[in-house]
């Protein structure tokens, strides 16, 4: 008896000392201490001083601190969370992906930024290199497993360092890795955020390019003050939808007009072909409740007059959400904001007649809602998939007092991170509701007399 002890306690050892954390999601909550992670400026002080210079550009670094979410989070998740029931996990739920170091030693909701706590790493070095996979068979809110300590996880094999062990683990190159916070389901089931799902559903996914490949892409380096020179380094600056030059030319579009002449009265035609030529997911993606894609069309006649030309509708169900008009959104704000039967506010704060290329978020009662956390269902998807290609026309009379000579008709793609009415409301500063140009295009005309 004492010798199959003896060999029962031997082969149990090692389980547990390799035994790994398996809670994950909501059951993650207060699991471990803030000092079980290390701060990020210890990764960059020494070791991989390009890599931390990195990160602090991008907004991984930022989404705790970023003013947008601060606004988002305190203003309106918070209070939500306190008034309806439904939607009270949010008020921990956020910061599995916002603040995962703070979630994940119970620390919620953490301190505001301004107090310049430990939340105000945001997804840090060490949150992304303790992660060892997830569970359940989808990747969504959070339910990664993480396993902080002294083993840091990554993509190579063989690698020596003196602060830590390295493991290769082949879960960090995986889109489901991203998949992790990039799908998000709200409290009522629905997918708010959707964006491995969507490259899973696409091209991309089929061919076996993985997330990593446009958001890390590689190149010579070395990932360590100490290490080795490598002809792969993957990138941590991870540009998206918050990045200028990354959402620059995602769409192309080429605009053609039927006739080659026309006269004060006449007819003209336009048609816009938009191709999504770059992302692997919808664009937008993300928190697509929030983003604005639209296509604007002007002509400018000879003498610099300017012409706005609206949209043709094309008839199908729900598509009143996807042109701009005077209608007002968003009502269910007043809900957090302690405003009893709020109106709302614009919906989209652009030129009335653009096509908006979005899929509206619906509260429980079918209004349209900015509040990701309470959407029970959604409008029509009107997005432009992974090398989709759309087709808009604009017809035009030519209105009399148009001056002679050349017409020339301008095609432009905008995006924006946030509606201006909702900027403005909520006092989010300017840079959130920026115009990011996407791409454009222009024809002429020729005006002439009868």
Request: hydrophobic share 35%.
């Amino acid at each position: 008896m004492k010798k199959l002890f003896l060999i029962f306690t031997a082969l149990l050892i090692p389980c547990l000392l390799f035994s790994q954390n398996t809670k994950s999601g909501d059951d993650a909550k207060g699991i471990f201490k803030y000092e079980n992670f290390q701060k990020p400026d210890e990764c960059g002080s020494s070791c991989h001083t390009d890599f931390y210079a990195q990160w602090k550009q991008m907004m991984m670094s930022k989404c705790y601190t970023h003013e947008w979410d601060e606004i988002e989070y305190f203003k309106l998740a918070v209070p939500h969370a306190e008034k309806e029931s439904k939607v009270a996990g949010v008020k921990a739920g956020c910061n599995g992906c916002h603040a995962p170091v703070s979630f994940m030693a119970g620390d919620v909701p953490p301190p505001k930024p301004n107090m310049n706590s430990r939340a105000n790493e945001s997804v840090s070095c060490d949150v992304c290199h303790s992660v060892t996979g997830f569970t359940g068979d989808t990747p969504y809110n959070f339910n990664f497993i993480s396993n902080p300590g002294n083993v840091k996880y990554g993509n190579r094999e063989s690698l020596n360092s003196p602060s830590h062990d390295v493991k290769k683990i082949d879960f960090l190159s995986k889109a489901e890795f991203c998949g992790t916070c990039h799908n998000e389901k709200s409290p009522f089931g629905a997918w708010v955020k959707a964006t491995h799902l969507e490259w899973k559903d696409g091209p991309y996914s089929r061919e076996g390019v993985q997330c990593q490949n446009c958001h890390m892409p590689r190149t010579p380096g070395i990932s360590s003050a100490m290490g080795e020179f490598h002809q792969d380094v993957a990138q941590h600056l991870f540009h998206g939808a918050h990045d200028p030059g990354k959402v620059k030319g995602t769409i192309e579009l080429r605009i053609h007009p039927e006739m080659e002449d026309a006269a004060p009265g006449e007819q003209l035609k336009f048609t816009v072909v938009l191709y999504n030529a770059k992302t692997g997911h919808k664009f937008p993606t993300g928190s697509a409740e929030e983003r604005m894609l639209w296509l604007h069309v002007e002509a400018v006649d000879a003498k610099g007059n300017v012409f706005h030309l609206k949209v043709d509708k094309k008839g199908f169900p729900g598509e009143e959400f996807t042109i701009s008009s005077d209608v007002l959104a968003y009502q269910d704000m007043g809900v957090p904001l302690g405003i009893t039967d709020f109106k709302g506010i614009q919906r989209d704060g652009i030129p009335f007649g653009d096509r908006i290329f979005r899929m509206p978020y619906l509260d429980p009662v079918g209004r349209m809602t900015i509040q990701q956390w309470n959407t029970a269902s959604f409008g029509v998807d009107y997005r432009i998939g992974p090398r989709e290609t759309k087709t808009e026309t604009f017809t035009w009379v030519v209105p009399d007092n148009i001056e002679i000579g050349k017409l020339k008709v301008k095609a432009v793609l905008n995006y924006q991170k946030l509606p201006l009415p909702v900027a403005d409301y909520l006092g989010v500063p300017k840079d959130e509701s920026e115009i990011i140009e996407v791409n454009f295009h222009q024809t002429f005309v020729e005006i002439v007399d009868d």
